[in-house]
């Protein structure tokens, strides 16, 4: 069984598919067939087949009914149009039916009218004389006198529009027809000219309706009695479509009143139409249901038609009202005019037609162009001010206002004041009103693009506040090539530090504050505890959460850039050459008789700018202090790593042209225990720092030692190292020194401090 399931089609040529035919059915013809014993042959499966077979089974039918779901989804719209052609095409037939019937009903009269004569003209002359007396002297009863009349009454009925009355006499004539037709109770030629009136009267009192239907004046009860009279007629395809086609052409005659023109109101001009529009609707798909009921033929006709009218709406709507604010940038009142229509079409789902699809893909173009124009203008605007920014930190004005309204930037920020340099409060502000209106950018699930493109706008002004630092000149045709304007230079640290506190506020609070409008309804309506920070409620949402780690590295490159400038300045000269040496420590012994032991000057001013910074950054980062830290710790693991990196200066030190004395293997050990210690003081020592200056350390006593000499014969206690440090700190500070003498290290090496040096080697 498994060996025939695995086995492959093949194909075969006919004659061979006829021999193995022939073969198969030869079984049968042989006089000696036992059906029994064929089908216990044929049967004798175990168990275990039977289950395989089974399955087997079982997933050919979930198969086929997966491929007839796809099959219907994907031609859902011929299917559609099929059906309407085919209830087309039965009221075709119906009509045809009616005439054939019309025309055997005329055949069978002639050959009946000359069936009688032929009777007549052979009988004699008195017969027929006695005859003819007789049917003169005859009364006609009173069907046939009614069937003379019913035309009579039909044509009366129908100058009077009386419907109803006329639906009931011709119900009554069709009877009298086939009863009489049963019963031979009036003769064919009477019999004919009733059905004929009846099919006459039939088409009439229909083409009366229809053009009823058609009529602008044509109220909504007369409007359904004709169309209920026309289906009840036979006739339910034209009348289903008399009907769609009625309010169609109701509301654009109602539509004439509507003159937009470019400086009306799109908003105004979108309700209008919305309510002419989708009131038609609405009503159309009430009166289907109730004359046709749940009929997929015409059930599939309305939501065709609905569909439609919906498109051209749309078309409408793009054309007078989102076209001019797209284009503008105005994604307010582009989002209010979506708001509107969509306001509009969603009640029609209580009916059963979802058509707030159609809207917004159709309106997603339009909101995609204004949000992108939008954003451009946020980025212009910021880029212009940027240029004559004079980098001072500054509280937002009191009543800032944007597109007219007070900002909601200005009205958070009288709980969180926060100091921002102009182009940023500019920037804040915008960003701030832009989020005002965001409900059709959730419903069309633009939040993610709305997201993509705020950033690509705040990585803009990032590359411009890079662009302030007054060494990233080389990197000024690159941003050109971007089409960013002039920036005016942040020359001071103070304003260098301002371009880090605009980028990191923005990025650590007012942007995610503000983004989280676009969060899911029922997560926005979280609540504004103040005690929680806005980023940490931020935090509950994962897109958002990864939005907010690019606008973190974005400010790191920012971080970055500044620090790898500002430690460059130190380590060289306006000429190029480098402050930090081999030549410092290898050149001491032999050359200096008496040493004043202090930190090295470039040591000296790194802590001297990490001071000033600390300073700058204590007043900038008013409750941020995390960040104020993490720029200081940058600063000084970006010197520091250049001085591990560095391989002239270890290829100096390693391998000549002269060996590490003791003396430069004391002031380069005195250098690195500075660092850890003013790093620690000011709590910005980080775990790399302190791995990276052991490091070096390391790495100096290793080449000390290949000299043959023993390091820690040389280098005095840690105690030693650490008073000279903290001497160092009090003195550049602006401190009083102490009355202490270290101008020698001839103290005895204590098995402490040998055992400190020996663990800051091997670690």
Same mark, same amino acid.
């Given at each position: 069984?498994?060996?025939?399931?695995?086995?492959?089609?093949?194909?075969?040529?006919?004659?061979?598919?006829?021999?193995?035919?022939?073969?198969?059915?030869?079984?049968?013809?042989?006089?000696?067939?036992?059906?029994?014993?064929?089908?216990?042959?044929?049967?004798?499966?175990?168990?275990?087949?039977?289950?395989?077979?089974?399955?087997?089974?079982?997933?050919?039918?979930?198969?086929?009914?997966?491929?007839?779901?796809?099959?219907?989804?994907?031609?859902?719209?011929?299917?559609?149009?099929?059906?309407?052609?085919?209830?087309?095409?039965?009221?075709?037939?119906?009509?045809?039916?009616?005439?054939?019937?019309?025309?055997?009903?005329?055949?069978?009269?002639?050959?009946?009218?000359?069936?009688?004569?032929?009777?007549?003209?052979?009988?004699?002359?008195?017969?027929?004389?006695?005859?003819?007396?007789?049917?003169?002297?005859?009364?006609?009863?009173?069907?046939?006198?009614?069937?003379?009349?019913?035309?009579?009454?039909?044509?009366?009925?129908?100058?009077?529009?009386?419907?109803?009355?006329?639906?009931?006499?011709?119900?009554?004539?069709?009877?009298?027809?086939?009863?009489?037709?049963?019963?031979?109770?009036?003769?064919?030629?009477?019999?004919?000219?009733?059905?004929?009136?009846?099919?006459?009267?039939?088409?009439?009192?229909?083409?009366?309706?229809?053009?009823?239907?058609?009529?602008?004046?044509?109220?909504?009860?007369?409007?359904?009695?004709?169309?209920?009279?026309?289906?009840?007629?036979?006739?339910?395809?034209?009348?289903?479509?008399?009907?769609?086609?009625?309010?169609?052409?109701?509301?654009?005659?109602?539509?004439?009143?509507?003159?937009?023109?470019?400086? #009306?109101?799109?908003? !105004?001009?979108? +309700?209008? $139409?919305?309510?002419?529009?989708? /009131?038609?609707? *609405?009503? &159309? @798909?009430? =009166?289907?249901?109730?004359?046709?009921?749940?009929?997929?033929?015409?059930?599939?006709?309305?939501?065709?038609?609905?569909?439609?009218?919906?498109?051209?709406?749309?078309?409408?709507?793009?054309?007078?009202?989102?076209?001019?604010?797209?284009?503008?940038?105005?994604?307010?009142?582009?989002?209010?005019?979506?708001?509107?229509?969509?306001?509009?079409?969603?009640?029609?789902?209580?009916?059963?037609?979802?058509?707030?699809?159609?809207?917004?893909?159709?309106?997603?173009? #339009?909101?995609?162009? !204004?949000?992108? +124009?939008? $954003?451009?203008?946020?980025?212009? /605007?910021?880029? *212009?001010? &940027? @240029?004559? =920014?004079?980098?001072?930190?500054?509280?937002?004005?009191?009543?800032?206002?944007?597109?007219?309204?007070?900002?909601?930037?200005?009205?958070?920020?009288?709980?969180?004041?926060?100091?921002?340099?102009?182009?940023?409060?500019?920037?804040?502000?915008?960003?701030?009103?832009?989020?005002?209106?965001?409900?059709?950018?959730?419903?069309?699930?633009?939040?993610?693009?709305?997201?993509?493109?705020?950033?690509?706008?705040?990585?803009?002004?990032?590359?411009?506040?890079?662009?302030?630092?007054?060494?990233?000149?080389?990197?000024?045709?690159?941003?050109?090539?971007?089409?960013?304007?002039?920036?005016?230079?942040?020359?001071?640290?103070?304003?260098?530090?301002?371009?880090?506190?605009?980028?990191?506020?923005?990025?650590?609070?007012?942007?995610?504050?503000?983004?989280?409008?676009?969060?899911?309804?029922?997560?926005?309506?979280?609540?504004?505890?103040?005690?929680?920070?806005?980023?940490?409620?931020?935090?509950?949402?994962?897109?958002?959460?990864?939005?907010?780690?690019?606008?973190?590295?974005?400010?790191?490159?920012?971080?970055?850039?500044?620090?790898?400038?500002?430690?460059?300045?130190?380590?060289?000269?306006?000429?190029?050459?480098?402050?930090?040496?081999?030549?410092?420590?290898?050149?001491?012994?032999?050359?200096?008789?008496?040493?004043?032991?202090?930190?090295?000057?470039?040591?000296?001013?790194?802590?001297?700018?990490?001071?000033?910074?600390?300073?700058?950054?204590?007043?900038?980062?008013?409750?941020?202090?995390?960040?104020?830290?993490?720029?200081?710790?940058?600063?000084?693991?970006?010197?520091?790593?250049?001085?591990?990196?560095?391989?002239?200066?270890?290829?100096?030190?390693?391998?000549?042209?002269?060996?590490?004395?003791?003396?430069?293997?004391?002031?380069?050990?005195?250098?690195?225990?500075?660092?850890?210690?003013?790093?620690?003081?000011?709590?910005?020592?980080?775990?790399?720092?302190?791995?990276?200056?052991?490091?070096?350390?390391?790495?100096?006593?290793?080449?000390?030692?290949?000299?043959?000499?023993?390091?820690?014969?040389?280098?005095?206690?840690?105690?030693?190292?650490?008073?000279?440090?903290?001497?160092?700190?009090?003195?550049?500070?602006?401190?009083?020194?102490?009355?202490?003498?270290?101008?020698?290290?001839?103290?005895?090496?204590?098995?402490?401090?040998?055992?400190?040096?020996?663990?800051?080697?091997?670690?």
């Amino acid at each position: 069984m498994a060996s025939a399931k695995a086995a492959r089609p093949r194909a075969i040529s006919a004659k061979e598919n006829g021999t193995k035919i022939e073969e198969g059915l030869s079984v049968f013809k042989s006089d000696k067939f036992d059906a029994d014993a064929f089908v216990q042959s044929k049967c004798s499966l175990s168990e275990k087949d039977v289950r395989q077979l089974c399955s087997y089974l079982l997933d050919l039918k979930k198969a086929s009914a997966e491929e007839m779901r796809k099959s219907v989804y994907a031609n859902y719209s011929a299917f559609i149009r099929t059906s309407k052609e085919i209830s087309d095409l039965e009221g075709e037939l119906s009509s045809i039916r009616n005439l054939l019937s019309t025309q055997a009903t005329l055949i069978h009269g002639l050959a009946e009218g000359v069936h009688i004569d032929s009777l007549s003209a052979r009988g004699s002359e008195d017969s027929t004389a006695n005859g003819l007396l007789a049917l003169e002297d005859r009364e006609p009863s009173d069907l046939e006198k009614w069937s003379a009349e019913f035309p009579d009454l039909l044509d009366v009925l129908l100058a009077e529009r009386r419907v109803d009355e006329a639906l009931a006499s011709l119900d009554e004539g069709e009877r009298v027809a086939a009863e009489a037709k049963e019963t031979n109770s009036l003769n064919p030629t009477a019999l004919m000219s009733l059905q004929t009136a009846i099919i006459e009267h039939r088409q009439k009192l229909a083409d009366q309706l229809a053009e009823a239907a058609c009529q602008p004046s044509t109220r909504g009860g007369e409007l359904r009695a004709a169309i209920s009279a026309l289906k009840k007629l036979g006739d339910g395809p034209r009348a289903h479509s008399l009907l769609l086609n009625a309010y169609y052409q109701r509301y654009q005659y109602n539509m004439q009143s509507l003159r937009p023109s470019s400086t #009306s109101y799109g908003g !105004a001009y979108t +309700a209008a $139409l919305s309510q002419l529009v989708f /009131s038609a609707i *609405a009503q &159309a @798909a009430s =009166d289907s249901l109730t004359i046709f009921g749940k009929e997929p033929a015409y059930t599939s006709e309305l939501v065709m038609w609905a569909t439609k009218q919906t498109e051209a709406f749309a078309l409408l709507v793009k054309r007078h009202a989102l076209a001019s604010s797209a284009a503008a940038g105005g994604l307010r009142s582009a989002a209010e005019c979506v708001q509107i229509a969509l306001g509009h079409c969603s009640l029609l789902e209580a009916r059963g037609l979802a058509l707030c699809p159609v809207l917004l893909k159709l309106f997603r173009p #339009s909101v995609e162009q !204004a949000l992108d +124009a939008n $954003l451009k203008r946020i980025e212009e /605007s910021t880029a *212009a001010l &940027a @240029a004559a =920014d004079d980098w001072v930190l500054t509280f937002p004005p009191p009543g800032s206002r944007q597109s007219g309204r007070v900002s909601t930037a200005s009205i958070s920020n009288t709980t969180f004041q926060h100091k921002l340099t102009s182009s940023a409060h500019r920037f804040n502000l915008m960003v701030q009103d832009f989020f005002e209106d965001v409900g059709p950018l959730l419903s069309m699930q633009l939040g993610g693009q709305t997201l993509e493109g705020l950033f690509q706008v705040f990585n803009s002004y990032v590359n411009m506040l890079i662009k302030a630092l007054p060494g990233s000149m080389e990197e000024e045709a690159n941003f050109d090539n971007s089409g960013n304007k002039i920036v005016r230079m942040a020359e001071t640290e103070a304003q260098q530090i301002a371009l880090l506190a605009n980028a990191s506020l923005l990025a650590d609070e007012l942007l995610p504050r503000a983004a989280m409008k676009l969060s899911p309804p029922s997560q926005a309506n979280y609540k504004d505890d103040h005690r929680r920070r806005p980023a940490d409620r931020q935090n509950r949402h994962p897109e958002q959460r990864e939005w907010k780690r690019r606008l973190v590295n974005s400010v790191d490159r920012l971080k970055d850039t500044l620090c790898r400038q500002h430690a460059l300045d130190l380590i060289f000269t306006e000429d190029g050459d480098s402050h930090l040496t081999a030549e410092m420590y290898i050149n001491m012994d032999g050359n200096v008789d008496e040493i004043d032991w202090f930190p090295s000057p470039i040591f000296q001013e790194l802590y001297s700018k990490l001071n000033r910074m600390s300073s700058l950054a204590a007043d900038m980062f008013v409750g941020r202090e995390r960040f104020a830290t993490l720029l200081l710790m940058r600063l000084t693991e970006t010197v520091i790593l250049w001085l591990s990196e560095d391989q002239s200066f270890w290829d100096d030190i390693e391998e000549g042209p002269r060996p590490l004395g003791s003396l430069g293997l004391q002031q380069f050990y005195l250098d690195m225990k500075f660092v850890i210690c003013f790093a620690s003081q000011g709590r910005y020592l980080s775990r790399n720092l302190h791995r990276v200056v052991k490091e070096i350390i390391s790495r100096a006593v290793s080449a000390f030692a290949a000299t043959g000499m023993d390091p820690y014969s040389v280098l005095p206690e840690d105690d030693w190292f650490n008073d000279i440090c903290q001497d160092a700190i009090e003195r550049l500070s602006g401190k009083p020194k102490g009355d202490r003498d270290l101008s020698s290290p001839t103290a005895s090496v204590s098995a402490q401090s040998i055992s400190s040096v020996r663990s800051h080697g091997s670690s």
